[in-house]
């Protein structure tokens, strides 16, 4: 089974408004318009690094 029919199988089982929406991204990223959704999470990492660069966080994923 290759990844076009797996996804197909995917969609199947959606309602139409999930389908919708991803109708939607997939053509944003044939457009090349999916490219800020990485430059927007690059540029949101200080801010969260905040929160992932503490002894507790550190602590809470020591066992994965």
């Known amino acids: 089974m ?3 029919d797996k ?3 995917e969609l199947e089982t959606l309602p139409d408004a999930l389908v919708a929406e991803l109708l939607e991204h997939a053509r ?3 457009q090349g ?3 800020g ?3 927007t999470a690059l540029a ?3 801010s969260l690094a905040r ?3 503490r002894p507790d966080e550190d602590e809470a994923w020591n066992d994965l």
């Open 37 to 39: 959704a990485r430059e």
């Open 7 to 9: 996804l197909i199988e």
């Open 28 to 30: 944003a990223l044939r």
């Open 2 to 4: 290759t990844i076009k």
């Open 51 to 53: 929160d992932w660069l």
């Open 44 to 46: 949101a990492e200080p």
């Open 33 to 35: 318009n999916g490219k």
